[in-house]
């Protein structure tokens, strides 16, 4: 997104510069719809349903081809006066992709906002979301795109990770784009969930942001720190962090994902340490995970968890003395 400001004036958003497209994307990052500007409750809600509605639909197959295929028409049929295809795709006797000439073809969008949406989706159903922003940021909002949008990421990343106080994994690459070495990490993670369900679990706790490695210099200049070190060989690479994105370990290679458990329990309590979460629920989570791979470790939570429930009990009596005759 770009820098705006949104005001509600006699109950309509109004906004002020830049513009924002949000996105309903896969667990792996493939685009099912979007929504241009800052829009308010109601119709982010409606868009949600029928984006929820489109992916229940795909999802019955297993197969990315029909998938895309389901998404594609779901996009057509919100197009008005374009009828269903009749030609059939090769798998499941599903409708295959047919573009509306109508419409015209990708590289002519045509209609209002949310019509070019859904004419560049049923072109490009569940296209990785990195193939689809730029597209849909420049030339249907018409906004220009910055030149480091990871980066953007990233402190975006960072910003969240400070105001809740959780480690960070940065996952540190050589491709093109994002898309692929996200899908290779989902699988590979994926993979291990039943050997490994603590560090499942100990991934979703954490901020995972994903960088070319060749902008990490331009994160460490825009951060004023000191670049990572890394170790020297091997791909992707795996950055440890505290919420501030102070370097605590790194490992390379995919090999290395099941050495990720005692950095990240040692990443977490040190944070918790530092500064205590006032949710008692997730410090207590956050405990049982680390006791499974170092109960020394977790003993060092010990004395924070008394801490926050001392604050709670205290809050609980000072409520209850307030509401006393």
């Known amino acids: 997104m770009g820098a705006f400001v949104a005001t509600k004036v006699n109950g309509a958003i109004v906004k002020q510069g ?97 019509q070019k949406v859904h004419q560049l989706l049923t072109e490009k159903p569940l296209a990785p979301l990195a193939e689809v922003y730029v597209e849909v940021f420049e030339r249907i909002l018409g906004e220009r795109v910055s030149s480091a949008p990871n980066v953007e990421l990233a402190e975006q990343g960072l910003k969240h990770a400070e105001n809740e106080n959780l480690p960070m994994l940065f996952i540190l690459h050589q491709e093109g784009s994002n898309a692929r070495i996200v899908e290779q990490w989902l699988a590979y993670v994926n993979a291990r969930q039943r050997t490994n369900p603590t560090l499942h679990t100990l991934l979703r706790q954490c901020v995972i942001i994903v960088l070319p490695q060749k ?67 997730k410090i207590l989570g956050i405990a049982a995970l680390v006791k499974r791979i170092d109960p020394e470790l ?27 005759p």
């Open 215 to 281: 902008e990490l210099p331009a994160l460490s200049g825009r951060l004023k720190q000191e670049p990572y070190s890394v170790p020297s060989h091997g791909y992707p690479l795996f950055v440890i962090t505290d919420s501030r994105g102070k370097q605590l370990d790194s490992f390379a290679g995919f090999e290395a994902v099941d050495q990720l458990n005692k950095p990240l329990a040692r990443a977490f309590v040190a944070e918790f340490k530092l500064v205590p979460p006032q949710n008692l629920t």
């Open 18 to 114: 830049g513009n924002v497209a949000s996105y309903f994307c896969t667990p792996e990052g493939r685009v099912i719809h979007a929504v241009i500007g800052p829009v308010g409750a109601d119709e982010l809600l409606k868009e949600a349903n029928w984006a929820l509605a489109a992916w229940k639909e795909a999802k019955s197959s297993d197969e990315l081809d029909d998938q895309q295929t389901e998404i594609s028409q779901a996009h057509r049929r919100e197009l008005p006066g374009l009828p269903e295809t009749n030609e059939r795709g090769p798998k499941h006797g599903r409708n295959k992709v047919v573009v509306p000439t109508a419409w015209g073809n990708v590289a002519r969008l045509v209609g209002t906002q949310p």
């Open 298 to 324: 977790a003993a060092e939570l010990q004395p924070v968890i008394d801490e926050v429930k001392a604050s709670q009990r205290e809050a609980r009596e000072a409520r209850y003395a307030k509401s006393e």
